[in-house]
């Protein structure tokens, strides 16, 4: 089945980098997907990949794809102590509807 | 705001309680999708609808649940003989209008059971 695995905590210094990882199972997953969800607030779509590509970049923000080790990564330039939140990681499986979250990865952005 | 809208935004019952939680959907979307999202946890797929019809459920969806879909339009959950277990954000999923088969989410359903 599938299964999508994050580390659950990151903490970086305010201006740094920020990169989250994910690692996915389903190699026929079609596009990848970052979540962002604040305290209290809902899911908030950041970005996609779809599996052809291995990057994209959307402003502060870099994804990555090794579709060979099925991992998915997300760069966070000049981190800002707005971008403290838990990011998700997701895929689409081929043929499917739903998608698959990973368990999200807490980031804490320090002064 | 996605303009995925749900209702209530918190509910609070005891044990052995029905509830019903309601999806208002991004308008001219034939799909509509419900998740359910435990503390520290990812959400977790329930079930799709293509219009009225309820076409993929998951094993999560026990039989105590059923969602509708009248009119292909709103979408409403009800969870019958609540237990503690079933304490949760119930989440409601659009599509959008790009053609990279993203999901839009509203702010989602507290359940809390006592």
């Known amino acids: 089945g599938e299964d999508v695995e994050q580390s659950l905590f990151l903490s970086v210094r305010e201006g740094d980098s920020s990169v989250i990882n994910c690692t996915y199972t389903d190699s026929s997953s079609t596009y990848l997907y970052w979540y962002k969800q604040e305290p209290g607030a809902g899911l908030q779509l950041l970005t996609y990949i779809f599996s052809n590509m291995d990057m994209k970049q959307d402003q502060r923000l870099t994804v990555l794809l090794n579709k060979k080790d099925k991992h998915l990564s997300l760069r966070i330039a000049d981190t800002q102590t707005g971008d403290s939140a838990i990011y998700f990681c997701?895929?689409?499986?081929?043929?499917?509807?739903?998608?698959?979250f990973g368990p999200g990865t807490r980031l804490s952005v320090l002064p | 705001d996605t303009g995925v809208s749900q209702n209530p935004r918190h509910k609070i019952t005891k044990r052995g309680q029905n509830v019903t939680f309601r999806c208002d959907p991004i308008s001219e979307h034939n799909r509509l999708y419900w998740y359910r999202q435990t503390l520290g946890q990812g959400p977790e797929f329930l079930t799709y609808?293509?219009?009225?019809?309820?076409?993929?459920k998951s094993r999560l969806l026990s039989d105590r649940f059923s969602a509708e879909r009248p009119k292909g339009s709103f979408s409403t959950l009800e969870i019958q003989r609540t237990e503690q277990g079933d304490s949760a954000m119930y989440l409601c999923?659009?599509?959008?209008?790009?053609?990279?088969?993203?999901?839009?989410f509203g702010p989602g359903t507290r359940l809390t059971v006592l």
């Open positions: 609808f293509q219009n009225e019809a309820q076409l993929e």
């Open positions: 997701a895929e689409s499986p081929l043929g499917g509807q739903n998608f698959v």
């Open positions: 999923a659009s599509p959008g209008q790009g053609s990279y088969n993203e999901q839009f």
